[in-house]
């Protein structure tokens, strides 16, 4: 049975059907009406910022917020497009459009050709061998390198799996924020990553990286089981134990997942719900919805449950989330960042900071009110937008 007799519109679904891109997008009730009442007094008088992150190693605009220019965030793979795992929801497939260094002097020529076009950081990855280990030994030393000569350039790392002295060799290279899947449930990583792994191994790494100065952000990836729920909070478990600098969410995309084994989309609800339940275990951590979840309607659906959940900063965010988030009385600011770069309350302040960049919500504001004139819609008038134009100081 409903918590919640009353069928009648909440007020934050009220608010969801005045924007207009999300206006039909379908909305659990029960779970609408709970996030509404543990956060609207937090929400209010802007008290609880969220950061919009638009790194630009995928191509990304909406009405609201345009691509962010010449803060380049390239992903570049030391093994080129492959991988030994072949996990059954990549297939190998998402290091192919990555910028390929297979070597030391490759990587170096690569971060020379971005910091000249004025990168300021780049994801560093690679193809995994059959223990889910990326061999980067070899290039530890051009990682140093590339610190020492352009100190500025920021390096977020996947580690994939590790021990106590591969987190080391990778905190004396100069890494600034190190990666990892953290995977709760033995059967994901079994019949899903094909490991003759264990969970333990992966609390494990997780416990090397915290225990080094590197900025630490592990990543859950809602429905990896084909779809499904399952060892998620488990992981919520092992990232409590252990106390990263910042926690991100995604959401599985099985685009190259074979027939013999299909993924299904796992329900913005559910994704919804665990939103709600990594929020109330991790109160204090900043903890992102990364890049990675599924495209279309569903995505809306899932960007307006992280904006109710108090999620801290969101990557790619939906059309129309900007101004869902001001009609919540959020505080909106917009890094052109890579998300996981983001630790604490600081924007990309591993050393000093950077800018967020002003965000016209006037614009969107007057915007709204023509298109309301002009549908002669009741209710909430645009003057209860809380219009926020403000410019963060780096360092802020």
Known sequence: MSLFSDTSPSHWEDLVRHVEPLEDIPLDTDLVRTL?????????????????????????????????GKNAWPAVSITGPDCKLRCDHCKAKLLEPMTPARTPEALWRVVNDIVEQGGEGMLLTGGSNHRNEVEYGPFYDTIRRIKDDFPGFRIALHTALVDDDAAR???QAGIDAAMMDVIGAQETITQVYHLKRTVADFEAT??????TRMKVVPHIVMG??????LGEWEALNMIQRHRPDAVVLVVVMPFYAP???????????????????????????????????????????MDAY????????LAHPADGVVELAARLGRQVRVIPSCCSMAVGEELMALDGGREALEIDLEAIVADERARRRQRGIPGMGPGGI???????????
Not at 51 to 57: N, R, S
């Open 36 to 68: 509404e009442a543990e956060n609207e007094p937090r929400f209010r008088g802007r008290g609880h910022p969220v950061d919009l992150y638009t790194p630009t190693f995928k191509s990304y605009q909406t009405s609201e917020i345009s691509s962010c």
């Open 259 to 301: 027939d013999i084994k299909p993924f299904a989309t796992p329900r913005a609800a559910d994704v919804g719900h665990f939103f709600r339940d990594a929020r109330q275990a991790l109160p204090d951590l900043p903890l992102l919805l990364g890049c990675a979840r599924p495209a279309g309607q569903v995505k809306g659906e």
């Open 306 to 313: 992280a904006v109710m959940a108090g999620i801290d900063g």
């Open 386 to 396: 809380p219009v926020i134009m403000e410019h963060v100081a780096p360092g802020a």
């Open 169 to 171: 060799c990778m905190e």
């Open 224 to 229: 990896l089981h084909y779809g499904r729920f």
């Open 206 to 211: 997780l416990e090397a990286l915290v225990n």
